[in-house]
């Protein structure tokens, strides 16, 4: 919408109605009955039009015994935590070696505690998980591009090879040259079985429940697994394992019992971050991808979520199912639109 359009009381009212973001930089408007004013973007109950009048600028409101919108501030609070937690993460992950607590609540203006929380609060994570997430995801990139570990040692921002050695294997799941090799050497076990949702295949690495894959054909399932460790160990029928598979299918059949078992998640930082959002929605409720996107502290990245989402090894464990558009459309789901339905379904009985 061109600016020109702001000029006249029926624009300027049409995008109050509308809420257009476009329009904040040119005009507030104010409610007569209530005493305050608001940007034309407000998520503010939309007011009666014959108690609206229209001001060029905040001040000329205020100057008219206007005060502004409790909303208002809190939306610009939340902006400005969101803009300051995502400084935060852009100098984690620019920096050769990872910043100090100390240091990140420098840059932020704040006490090491409160930026602590703060950072928690918006992403999921504390500083340091965010910095251990990041670091594997560059110590991923670069031994995927075939670097010697040695190279990939310092590529990824660790000062020494001790360092890297206490580290990487927790980062991974592996030891870095497996993980090179595409997991060679590596041992991970697995078991397919079916639900009242079809094929189901469980994998477990040393670290934990690696991949929880949904569909109709298991022999593709056991394909996706390969694909992703294509040079592993992998091991089925253990009868010790299927007590495993038996939990994750009695999560999916009773939702109410929740899943407690260890987790080998592996992604990028953004990824994680996504990812343990998503594990904090509690059963039986739902958000969109916009409220995911702001959680984390990135409220434009609503694409990436979604991205995020798709990509998502872990199906139920990490409830991507829990999201849905806006507009409470279903969407997408990586495991078919039916399962995401019916697994919905079963958390709100």
């Avoid at 620019?94 to 203006?109: F, K």
């Avoid at 929380?117 to 918006?122: A, I, V, W």
């Avoid at 992403?123 to 910095?131: D, E, F, V």
């Avoid at 929740?258 to 930082?269: E, K, S």
Wanted: with cysteine.
């Amino acid at each position: 919408m061109n600016t020109i359009h702001y000029t006249t009381p029926e624009s300027r009212w049409q995008a109050v109605q509308q809420r257009d973001p476009a329009a904040d930089d040119h005009f507030v408007y104010a409610v007569r009955t209530t005493g305050v004013y608001c940007r034309p973007s407000s998520p503010a109950r939309l007011p009666r039009r014959d108690n609206v009048e229209f001001f060029d600028t905040a001040e000329a409101a205020e100057k008219a015994g206007y005060r502004p919108s409790r909303r208002a501030d809190q939306s610009e609070a939340a902006a400005e935590r969101a803009a300051l937690v995502a400084r935060a993460c852009r100098l984690i992950e620019e920096s050769e070696t990872p910043p100090s607590l100390e240091q990140l609540a420098a840059q932020a203006g704040l006490s090491p505690f409160h930026f602590h929380r703060l950072f928690k609060t918006e992403t999921g994570l504390t500083p340091k998980a965010y910095s251990s997430a990041d670091r594997a995801r560059r110590l991923r990139q670069e031994l995927s591009n075939e670097t010697s570990v040695t190279e990939a040692i310092y590529e990824a921002g660790f000062n020494s090879s001790s360092r890297f050695y206490e580290t990487s294997e927790r980062l991974l799941g592996m030891p870095a040259r497996s993980y090179r090799d595409g997991g060679k050497g590596a041992s991970i076990r697995f078991a397919v079985a079916q639900c009242s949702l079809g094929a189901i295949l469980v994998a477990e690495s040393r670290k934990g429940i690696c991949a929880i894959l949904l569909g109709d054909d298991p022999e593709d399932l056991v394909n996706n697994l390969q694909d992703r460790f294509p040079k592993a160990q992998l091991f089925g029928d253990d009868r010790q394992f299927d007590q495993r598979v038996a939990q994750v299918v009695g999560f999916i059949e009773a939702p109410a019992q929740g899943l407690n078992l260890p987790l080998d998640v592996r992604g990028t930082a953004f990824q994680e971050r996504v990812w343990q959002a998503l594990r904090q929605i509690p059963a039986g409720q739902t958000v969109s991808y916009t409220d995911i996107a702001q959680r984390i502290g990135s409220p434009k990245a609503v694409r990436a979520v979604a991205q995020a989402c798709a990509a998502n090894p872990l199906a139920v464990a990490v409830p991507c199912h829990r999201v849905v558009r806006r507009d409470g459309d279903l969407s997408g789901y990586r495991w078919g639109i039916e399962r995401k339905r019916e697994l919905l379904r079963r958390e709100s009985t």
